[in-house]
Every structure is written in structure tokens, then in C-alpha cells.
């Protein structure tokens, strides 16, 4: 399999450290989404990553569909997330709430690094919705005593956030404040502690105009 896209993407990581959890293979193709689009297109039209191509030359395209596959792949006893009921829907709200905060993260950032002049409106939104999700899953963080957000086992859900709060906190420094946030702050710290969170990361390579 080769999986597609840098690891300073949250949902490229977030796949790649799955991926690494469940102890499958791939071969990794860091392409650029800007530089090596033309590389990307072949396999994914949007030219978005991550992009996963099966050994049968099938490609799956977005994070959480690639999961949904690799989770399959892993089994139901290893697998991140609960099969069904209540631990199930709340673990997909947080990682949908942490991948929504990590599309306005990335939004935020190519706004900034991509436009002469940044749409004053835009990066507003952009900062109410990464403070509103940030505030969100504190408040959730905090209620939690296990280690993990689900136990004592690690899950998608760890991992979508500490993702995300690495690469948006490398993106917008200032809107995030550890002393605002200090269980995201401990969660994050607890997971980059991690093999294979220090494996899989890459420092944060924004775009360019030119
Ligand atoms: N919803 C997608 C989001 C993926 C995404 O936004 N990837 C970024 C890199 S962090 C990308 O491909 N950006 C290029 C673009 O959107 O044109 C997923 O979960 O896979």
C-alpha cells in the first residue's frame, strides 16, 4: 500500500500513526499537495491528501474513509474505536470535531499564506471556530480521569486531537494557550510522548504564493 501525503498534515498523521498501532504496512509517498500536485492527480483528482492506494491499485481518498478501511484490515480486537453504540458515536463527534478544527486550521493558514490580503471576515470565522472547538474539547477532556479519552487504550479519538492540536498550535500559536486549555495541553503532551507519535511527525511546511 502506499499512503499518500506529509506527515505535517493532521489527517495524514493521524492515519499513519493508526496505520503504525495496528502494525501495517505501507510505503509512504510524502508528496506536496501544492508542489507535487501533478504527482497526486494520477491517483486522487482533488489532489488532496491523504490518499491510500491498495495493493490491487484501488485508492481510497479521505482520512476517515481510509480508517474505516484500515480499521477493517486491523480486526475488531485491535481495533481504535468501539464496534457500535455509545462509545462509538462519541468517539466519531470528537474526531469529526478535531478533523473540522483541523480543515479550519488549514483553511486559516492557506488564507494567510496564500492571499496578498487576507479576508479579514474569513480569518475571523476561521479563529471563532478553532476557539469554539478548542473550548469544546476541553470541556470534554477535563471530565475524562482514564489516561485515554476512552479508557485505558489509546483510539482514534486521542489521536485525531493530538494530531490536530500539534499542527494547529505550530499554524496559530497565539489561539492557542495552554493555560486556557491545560487538559488539551496534557493530551497532547501525553501522546507526542508516544514511539510512534515521535516517529511520525514532520515540522509544520505551509505553502507558498510563489
Ligand atoms: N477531509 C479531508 C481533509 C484533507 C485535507 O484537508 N488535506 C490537506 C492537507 S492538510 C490538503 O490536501 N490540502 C490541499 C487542498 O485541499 O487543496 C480528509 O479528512 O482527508
Known amino acids: 500500500m502506499l499512503l499518500i501525503g506529509q506527515y505535517d498534515s493532521p489527517f495524514v498523521r493521524r492515519v499513519a500513526i493508526a496505520m503504525r498501532l495496528y502494525g501495517i504496512a505501507y510505503e509512504h509517498k510524502p508528496w506536496s499537495t501544492f508542489g507535487d500536485a501533478d504527482t497526486i492527480a494520477p491517483y486522487n483528482p482533488l489532489r488532496r491528501v491523504p490518499t491510500l492506494v491498495l495493493d490491487n491499485g484501488e485508492v481510497l481518498i479521505e482520512s476517515m474513509a481510509i480508517l474505516d478501511y484500515v480499521d477493517e484490515l486491523a480486526g475488531p480486537d485491535k481495533a481504535l474505536i468501539a464496534p457500535r453504540g455509545p462509545e462509538r458515536y462519541r468517539a466519531l463527534k470528537i474526531c469529526a470535531l478535531a478533523m473540522g478544527l483541523g480543515d479550519k486550521a488549514v483553511s486559516l493558514l492557506y488564507e494567510r499564506v496564500l492571499r496578498k490580503d487576507a479576508l479579514k471576515l474569513w480569518v475571523e470565522r476561521c479563529e471563532t471556530q478553532i476557539g469554539g472547538v478548542y473550548a469544546a474539547l476541553e470541556k470534554e477532556r477535563a471530565t475524562v480521569k ?18 490536530v ?4 498550535r505550530e499554524a496559530h500559536p497565539t489561539l492557542f494557550d495552554a493555560a486556557r486549555y491545560p487538559a488539551l495541553a496534557a493530551h497532547a503532551a501525553h501522546c507526542e510522548a508516544l514511539p510512534p507519535f515521535q516517529a511520525i511527525v514532520q515540522p509544520l511546511a505551509p505553502p507558498s504564493r510563489d
Open 146 to 163: 482514564t489516561p485515554y479519552w476512552f479508557g485505558k487504550g489509546i483510539g482514534h479519538a486521542d489521536i485525531a486531537v493530538a494530531c
Open 165 to 168: 492540536l500539534r499542527m494547529s
